[in-house]
């Protein structure tokens, strides 16, 4: 293990990485959208409108800051600072490389043996921010927006939880660098079928979690003006952004890392450079980078729910789905591998 | 040590929030403060899955659902307070008589500090398969029938709430039938419309 200095230097980079991610992020998918929906987007400010993020950062720290009079003081200000610190907070497990490949330390923060249920308890408690800035906000858009965050979350963290189960069952472990190396598809290929399902389950659980479009109901903005955030202004609105962009690299990070292979590179790379599918950072990155593309594609593609059609497909669908895929895998190592 | 102190001090004034804050959102975050505590408090002793657990379960969901039952009924801190007169010392002296029972089985029989490598022991690999197999092994019974009782009270809840919306709906039905215009159509059965 590397010395507490070093991994305090990796976590305060990571921070760094995730923010600067986050403004970029804005960035893409505002030119992404533009293009599905035949405009340009921002392209004034810099090269390509490449200084856009930072534009509107500097806009958003010299805004007014208002917090409403019968707001709850305490409550409101800690919101957006929970909802954030959570939010990076669930990257710290996750591997980016092999070990000893980032200039002799682990290309990691902490190497957890229960690395996925870490990811999966603080996610959980980043919804208090959601849940808890609109409560204290003491409007009732506010507070519509972040009732229908917390059931929505509580419900499909079911089947996030549930589709996770057929990869544990077949790595064997919780350590999030163990089931990278083990590559869950590598094992056999009757496994495949729930994988594949568990794997699609997952994908929308985390969008429901997120909350990215077709889940976007806590912040609706034609039925409850902008849901939770509604009386935010300036930086505490820039920090409920900052959770929830950072909280999908999290989400694509994390489906890259159990499903997609994590940090390794397909094997047909080392035949053009030897060695290249084990690169740290570069195979990671461009998951993230894949998946964070769709997230966007849907945005631009799909309708939102109704809320009744969302509870229904959370636990009338997906729930089944998940725990069909759960029970497959099952079946599969118990009674044939 | 310093840090169990400062993890012990955190709980304690989270318990005494829960109990002494007049605003139930209060009280039910300090509860969180508490049980964010107690997780930090077994990682300290290596527990990692124990506190992974306790944060996903108690931290995650319960007290997630807790606050949103005290978010959708609107409390405030302002209800009337309880008529129950005999509630507060009853509930004083249940208290001191639980000091006085801790107190007593601690001076009958005082509990050392546990050795470090017992624990290590008990909690390798974060404490994952430890508990897997005493759960799945010697308390196998016990596990599945935890899993029934919770499973009753499911289905409990479901059949009284079932049982109000059916009057509901019927009592719908009755009005509709009664008033002179066309009347609304009935609801499917079984099927309240979610209103959040």
């Given at each position: 293990?590397?010395?507490?200095?070093?991994?305090?230097?990796?976590?305060?980079?990571?921070?760094?990485?995730?923010?600067?991610?986050?403004?970029?992020?804005?960035?893409?998918?505002?030119?992404?959208?533009?293009?599905?929906?035949?405009?340009?987007?921002?392209?004034?400010?810099?090269?390509?409108?490449?200084?856009?993020?930072?534009?509107?950062?500097?806009?958003?720290?010299?805004?007014?800051?208002?917090?409403?009079?019968?707001?709850?003081?305490?409550?409101?200000?800690?919101?957006?600072?929970?909802?954030?610190?959570?939010?990076?907070?669930?990257?710290?497990?996750?591997?980016?490389?092999?070990?000893?490949?980032?200039?002799?330390?682990?290309?990691?923060?902490?190497?957890?043996?229960?690395?996925?249920?870490?990811?999966?308890?603080?996610?959980?408690?980043?919804?208090?921010?959601?849940?808890?800035?609109?409560?204290?906000?003491?409007?009732?858009?506010?507070?519509?927006?972040?009732?229908?965050?917390?059931?929505?979350?509580?419900?499909?963290?079911?089947?996030?939880?549930?589709?996770?189960?057929?990869?544990?069952?077949?790595?064997?472990?919780?350590?999030?660098?163990?089931?990278?190396?083990?590559?869950?598809?590598?094992?056999?290929?009757?496994?495949?079928?729930?994988?594949?399902?568990?794997?699609?389950?997952?994908?929308?659980?985390?969008?429901?979690?997120?909350?990215?479009?077709?889940?976007?109901?806590?912040?609706?903005?034609?039925?409850?003006?902008?849901?939770?955030?509604?009386?935010?202004?300036?930086?505490?609105?820039?920090?409920?952004?900052?959770?929830?962009?950072?909280?999908?690299?999290?989400?694509?990070?994390?489906?890259?890392?159990?499903?997609?292979?994590?940090?390794?590179?397909?094997?047909?790379?080392?035949?053009?450079?030897?060695?290249?599918?084990?690169?740290?950072?570069?195979?990671?990155?461009?998951?993230?980078?894949?998946?964070?593309?769709?997230?966007?594609?849907?945005?631009?593609?799909?309708?939102?729910?109704?809320?009744?059609?969302?509870?229904?497909?959370?636990?009338?669908?997906?729930?089944?789905?998940?725990l069909g895929a759960a029970l497959l895998t099952g079946a599969v190592i118990a009674f044939v591998l | 040590m310093l840090a169990f102190a400062a993890i012990a001090t955190v709980m304690?004034?989270?318990?005494?929030?829960?109990?002494?804050?007049?605003?139930?959102?209060?009280?039910?975050?300090?509860?969180?403060?508490?049980?964010?505590?107690?997780?930090?408090?077994?990682?300290?002793?290596?527990?990692?899955?124990?506190?992974?657990?306790?944060?996903?379960?108690?931290?995650?969901?319960?007290?997630?659902?807790?606050?949103?039952?005290?978010?959708?009924?609107?409390?405030?801190?302002?209800?009337?307070?309880?008529?129950?007169?005999?509630?507060?010392?009853?509930?004083?002296?249940?208290?001191?008589?639980?000091?006085?029972?801790?107190?007593?089985?601690?001076?009958?029989?005082?509990?050392?500090?546990?050795?470090?490598?017992?624990?290590?022991?008990?909690?390798?690999?974060?404490?994952?398969?430890?508990?897997?197999?005493?759960?799945?092994?010697?308390?196998?019974?016990?596990?599945h029938l935890v899993g029934v009782l919770l499973l009753t009270g499911i289905v409990a809840a479901v059949g009284l709430v079932q049982r109000r919306a059916g009057q509901a709906a019927e009592a719908r039905a009755r009005a509709g039938r009664a008033g002179a215009d066309a009347p609304d159509a009935p609801p499917l059965p079984g099927?309240?419309?979610?209103?959040?």
């Open positions: 293990m590397d010395p507490y200095w070093v991994i305090f230097l990796k976590a305060l980079v990571m921070s760094v990485l995730l923010l600067g991610g986050f403004a970029y992020l804005t960035w893409l998918q505002r030119r992404l959208l533009a293009r599905f929906q035949h405009r340009i987007g921002p392209n004034r400010t810099g090269w390509e409108g490449l200084l856009q993020p930072i534009a509107d950062a500097i806009k958003m720290i010299f805004k007014q800051d208002v917090t409403p009079t019968h707001a709850d003081k305490v409550v409101f200000i800690l919101a957006p600072g929970i909802s954030v610190v959570f939010a990076l907070v669930a990257f710290g497990a996750i591997p980016a490389g092999p070990a000893n490949s980032l200039f002799g330390m682990d290309p990691w923060i902490v190497d957890l043996d229960i690395g996925l249920l870490y990811v999966l308890a603080t996610t959980s408690i980043g919804v208090y921010g959601i849940f808890l800035g609109g409560w204290a906000a003491n409007s009732k858009y506010s507070l519509l927006g972040s009732l229908r965050s917390s059931a929505q979350i509580i419900s499909y963290e079911l089947g996030l939880g549930l589709s996770v189960l057929s990869v544990i069952m077949i790595a064997g472990t919780l350590n999030l660098r163990e089931i990278v190396e083990i590559n869950v598809w590598s094992v056999s290929p009757l496994l495949w079928p729930g994988l594949l399902v568990a794997l699609f389950a997952f994908w929308i659980s985390a969008t429901a979690e997120v909350s990215n479009v077709p889940f976007d109901l806590p912040e609706a903005e034609q039925e409850l003006v902008a849901g939770y955030i509604t009386e935010y202004s300036s930086l505490k609105f820039a920090l409920f952004f900052m959770a929830e962009y950072v909280g999908m690299i999290t989400a694509s990070a994390f489906i890259s890392t159990l499903f997609l292979g994590g940090w390794k590179g397909p094997g047909f790379v080392d035949a053009l450079v030897p060695g290249m599918s084990e690169w740290p950072f570069v195979w990671l990155f461009l998951k993230i980078f894949v998946l964070l593309t769709i997230f966007i594609w849907l945005q631009a593609s799909l309708m939102r729910f109704r809320y009744d059609q969302l509870m229904r497909f959370g636990w009338v669908w997906l729930f089944e789905i998940a | 304690l004034i989270g318990a005494i929030g829960v109990v002494t804050l007049r605003q139930p959102v209060h009280a039910a975050l300090s509860l969180v403060g508490t049980l964010l505590a107690l997780a930090i408090a077994y990682v300290q002793l290596n527990a990692g899955f124990l506190a992974a657990i306790q944060v996903i379960v108690y931290a995650g969901a319960i007290m997630v659902l807790f606050l949103f039952v005290i978010m959708l009924l609107a409390l405030d801190g302002e209800a009337p307070a309880p008529s129950l007169t005999w509630l507060r010392p009853a509930a004083w002296g249940a208290g001191a008589l639980a000091l006085v029972a801790v107190l007593a089985v601690l001076a009958r029989d005082p509990i050392g500090p546990a050795s470090p490598a017992a624990l290590l022991e008990v909690f390798a690999g974060s404490g994952a398969e430890g508990v897997a197999d005493q759960l799945f092994g010697p308390m196998v019974l016990s596990f099927r309240e419309p979610v209103e959040v």
